[in-house]
């Protein structure tokens, strides 16, 4: 998940590590598992990379965030050499 925060976020950054909490136990709660977070410099201000158990609930991550008006996030899928070996070798 790459993320930007909304100008309703940057006024109140102070409680920016209560949000990734709270981002975080949301994430947990689906049956999801945080990777890796950070803070970015450039074009977005933070990525998260997550587990979840399907795209629905990363549709869903994706619905709260954007419900809460603290965040504009793009979601990638990404997909592991398992997965694209086997098709890459049938090409």
Known sequence: VLGNFT????ADLKTADEMGKGAQAAIAAM??????????FGQYDYIVVVELPGDEAALEIA??????GMFR????KAFP???TDPILARL
């Open 31 to 40: 049956g999801g598992t945080v990777l890796y977070d950070a803070t970015l």
């Open 81 to 83: 050499d398992a997965v």
């Open 63 to 68: 619905l709260r965030a954007a419900g809460t």
């Open 73 to 76: 996030t793009q979601i990638l």
């Open 7 to 10: 100008e309703k976020a940057l």
